[in-house]
């Protein structure tokens, strides 16, 4: 029994109503998925590839689409790229923003222009550092070891062997692409000989095997600057894996993994430290010491302080990522109620209690 072939809305995920953007958006996933310059070998993707290519083909030209709708799903025949009601004739090369896609992914206008320009961005690289508490607050300079894949040392990217380099395809000209032709319609295809790249290497690089690219680790010194909190992402530009065919590098990304702090909560730029006083202390007021990350501060307590409130340190938080300045210090006050009394204590305490009208659960019953 013959297998109904899929419609061109199944292969790019699509629903039939879908949008321009919306099928330029999933061809753009299936096609950066299958393409063979990242399936080498792999004739399944390849396969996909060609499917996903000649679905958007269709879908992307409003004439046929619109053909497509009326009689495709009624018309037994199989059409472009497998797709019911085809009869019609169409070629990668016609349609500008197939090959303004490519020309931005791959580096070729739909396979039109010669193998050196086919270039393509490096990935990007993330690394996390981990930091103590101290050290995200003043910042530091440290080495950080990378692996990634970068150009051959010896062949300098270009997959030749040192004094070759690679020739243009004969099969297809240098295009990376080549015509197929199926009954009424033509369909491109990635060039088998070359699998689009529009070169072929005859004598390939000993140390690379022909892939122009190695795994190398590097060491990268990075500045992590003062105040950065855990998860802070750190941009070194061009310090990612190498592009492909002359195409820029990736990025790098340093993630800061910042130990939390036995002594302080950090609520954005502000530092938060439990301060606690005695039972008198808060009653009548005083003056205390106080930590901060440059030292000892002293910092008045008001007469009648309650347990929880906090009292304010300017200028003495995290340094600030973003502009200037530093955020504050904030002292969370934790009255303390002795767990021990002496008899002295007791009798002061009970005679206070003996003259106190106060009533602090009044509150409660009102």
């Not at 680790?217 to 492909?244: C, M, N, Q, S």
Request: glycine share 14%.
């Amino acid at each position: 029994m013959a297998t109904t072939p899929k419609s061109p809305y199944d292969v790019l995920g699509v629903a039939k109503g879908a949008s321009a953007d919306e099928i330029k958006k999933a061809y753009r996933k299936l096609a950066r998925e299958y393409h063979p310059d990242r399936n080498p070998g792999d004739e399944a993707a390849e396969e996909r590839f060609k499917e996903v290519q000649g679905a958007y083909d269709l879908l992307s030209d409003p004439e046929k689409r619109k053909q497509y709708d009326a009689f495709g799903s009624a018309n037994g025949r199989a059409g472009a790229g497998g797709f019911p009601g085809g009869n019609y004739n169409f070629n990668v090369d016609d349609f500008g923003d197939l090959g303004d896609f490519f020309g931005n992914l791959f580096g070729g206008r739909g396979g039109a222009t010669r193998a050196q320009s086919r270039s393509q961005r490096g990935s990007d690289v993330e690394v996390e550092v981990n930091l103590s508490f101290e050290d995200s607050l003043k910042g530091i300079e440290t080495k950080i070891p990378v692996t990634l894949e970068t150009a051959c040392s010896e062949c300098h990217g270009s997959g030749a062997r040192p004094g070759t380099a690679p020739k243009i395809c004969p099969e297809c000209n240098g295009r990376g692409v080549v015509a197929e032709s199926q009954g009424f319609f033509a369909l491109s295809q990635p060039c088998p000989r070359c699998r689009g790249n529009g070169t072929v290497i005859e004598d390939p690089c000993p140390r690379c095997g022909g892939s122009g690219r190695e795994r190398r680790t590097k060491r990268y010194t990075v500045k992590i600057p003062a105040g950065v909190k855990d998860g802070t992402r750190i941009r070194l530009k061009g310090k990612g894996e190498a592009g492909f065919s002359g195409g820029e590098a990736g990025d790098l990304y340093v993630v800061t993994r910042v130990q939390p702090s036995k002594l302080y909560e950090r609520r954005g730029d502000d530092l938060v430290v439990e301060l606690p006083v005695t039972f008198t202390e808060a009653a009548l007021g005083a003056t205390v010491e106080v930590p901060t990350p440059d030292g000892t501060v002293s910092l008045k307590v008001k007469p009648g302080t309650q347990d929880g409130t906090l009292l304010r340190v300017k200028g003495k938080g995290a340094p600030k990522l973003k502009g200037s300045g530093r955020g504050d210090l904030l002292a969370r006050v934790r009255v303390t109620v002795p767990k021990k009394l002496k008899k002295r204590e007791r009798e002061l305490l009970e005679e206070l209690q003996r003259q106190t009208n106060e009533d602090p659960r009044e509150a409660l019953f009102s």
